[in-house]
């Protein structure tokens, strides 16, 4: 593949990060309360701590867990302390509507490196990029998945999205959410600086450019295999 869009890894399972760096497929990785719950991990930070001496040199996003202002301020705190290239996650928004555009620039303001989450309106892309320091930069996390399964075409919002992020210097935006391989294409498309893939689509990215007669092909193996180890037959009269 030759892309521009930086691919990130996305979850919370260290073997599935460590598999995936080996095969040199990504330059960072990030994670969150869900994908955390799902992993069944049950205690955060020593998680976050092996995961950042895990890769010490990549940059790896961990969210706040609080849900008030002074609460996330002094966990981002203590997040941004377990290594230079760690990222701290905020959302754009609280779970009672307010934004936390206060919190994201006192934070940026710090000197912390901000990944501004859950995002998925061009409002709350210019929110956050307002927010940003542009001498500390940060990342911008659109959620275009989470878009289009609204019925919404993500595509528009990502291009404006790109356009407001590199207003200023060292802030980046994030593709969110990725649904399938070919988001990666798109992300590169519209301008984005990061797509943040799961395990398993980046399990898929080996197929990228097989011809599309061979994908009929290896389809058809598939089948084939598992009407096999089915043991099934059809009855039909000769």
Not at 21 to 37: E, I, R
Not at 90 to 111: Q, T
Not at 189 to 194: A, K, L, S
Request: glycine share 8%.
């Amino acid at each position: 593949m030759d892309l521009n869009v930086k691919i990130y890894a996305d979850g919370a399972k260290l073997a599935d990060m460590q598999a995936v760096a080996a095969q040199g497929l990504v330059t960072g990785f990030t994670t969150n309360p869900s994908l955390m719950k799902a992993a069944g991990i049950t205690d955060y930070l020593a998680f976050a701590q092996k995961a950042v001496a895990t890769f010490p040199d990549q940059s790896i996003s961990f969210e706040v867990f609080g849900n008030t202002p002074d609460r996330m301020l002094a966990e981002a705190k203590v997040l941004a302390g377990l290594g230079q290239h760690v990222a701290v996650k905020v959302p754009i928004i609280r779970a009672n509507g307010e934004d936390n555009a206060a919190v994201i620039c006192e934070l940026s303001n710090a000197g912390v490196q901000v990944n501004v989450t859950a995002i998925t309106t061009l409002t709350q892309v210019k929110l956050a990029v307002d927010a940003l320091n542009a001498k500390v930069g940060g990342i911008v996390s659109v959620f275009a998945g989470r878009v289009a399964d609204t019925g919404v075409d993500p595509l528009p919002l990502m291009r404006q999205a790109a356009g407001l992020c590199h207003t200023k210097e060292h802030v980046e935006l994030l593709w969110a959410s990725t649904r399938e391989v070919f988001n990666v294409v798109q992300a590169e498309q519209t301008g984005c600086d990061i797509i943040t893939v799961p395990p398993k689509i980046l399990a898929k990215l080996a197929k990228f450019g097989t011809p599309a007669v061979q994908v009929s092909v290896d389809t058809v193996k598939t089948f084939d295999a598992d009407i096999a180890s089915l043991g099934f037959t059809i009855p039909v009269t000769e």
